[in-house]
């Protein structure tokens, strides 16, 4: 089975600087795809960013970046000019995708404030 | 629909009752998955459908709960003989095709059992 490990359960960072969460993940798969989720206070669950595991450009989406180490199985989330409505939990996702067997799994979560 | 729809939105029920949570996904979503979330922890895997077919229920914590898809659409899961610790934000997520990995979230049922 997949795990996902989330090692920081609380960080801060004071508006506009750059923050770094960190997710680790143990799998066998050859192709899976990771993702970052935001939960704001309102409880949605929004998708931040993707990364599948063959492509080996880190994704991007605006402020929000990730720095994906394939061999060491790490898969660590930038926020660049944190901004107060970053404030939210942060988790970090794991899929296998192989033959549409396709589950996801979750770690524990971050929980970020930013600071004014 | 416009988005994840999850029914009802809070159930309040008392241990030894069966409730049954409902999810209906974005139309044509081929696949539907079912979430636990206990106040602070990430969400933790109950089950998943590719159409009607449940491809892994591996992650139901006992033989209390069940889901369902029979059309594949409209998806139940259904908890009997609740228990206290049964409490938690149940969330139902449905992504586009098997192929596609991007899974939309309902706002989910909180479950209180007293």
């Known amino acids: 089975a997949q795990t996902v490990t989330q090692s920081q359960p609380e960080m801060s960072v004071q508006e506009a600087e750059t923050v770094t969460l960190s997710c680790t993940y143990d799998t066998s798969e050859n192709n899976y795809y990771l993702f970052w989720y935001k939960q704001p206070p309102s409880r949605q669950m929004i998708l931040v960013i993707r990364q599948e595991a063959y492509k080996q450009q880190n994704a991007t989406e605006n402020r929000f970046s990730v720095n994906f180490q394939k061999a060491a199985k790490s898969f660590s989330l930038k926020i660049s000019d944190s901004q107060l409505g970053d404030t939210a939990m942060y988790f970090c996702?794991?899929?296998?995708?192989?033959?549409?067997?396709?589950?996801?799994?979750f770690g524990a979560g971050t929980r970020l404030t930013v600071k004014p | 629909g416009a988005g994840v729809s999850q029914s009802p939105r809070y159930k309040v029920t008392k241990r030894g009752q069966d409730v049954a949570l409902r999810c209906d996904p974005i139309?044509?979503?081929?696949?539907l998955y079912w979430y636990r979330q206990a106040l602070g922890q990430g969400p933790e895997f109950l089950t998943y459908f590719n159409y009607e077919a449940q491809q892994d229920k591996s992650g139901l914590p006992n033989d209390r709960f069940s889901a369902e898809r029979p059309e594949g659409s409209i998806s139940t899961l259904t908890i009997q003989r609740t228990e206290q610790r049964d409490s938690a934000m149940y969330r139902c997520?449905?992504?586009?095709?098997?192929?596609?990995?991007?899974?939309?979230f309902g706002q989910g049922t909180r479950l209180t059992v007293v």
């Open positions: 997520a449905s992504s586009i095709s098997v192929m596609n990995t991007e899974a939309f």
């Open positions: 996702a794991f899929m296998k995708h192989a033959g549409g067997n396709n589950d996801m799994r």
């Open positions: 139309s044509g979503h081929v696949s």
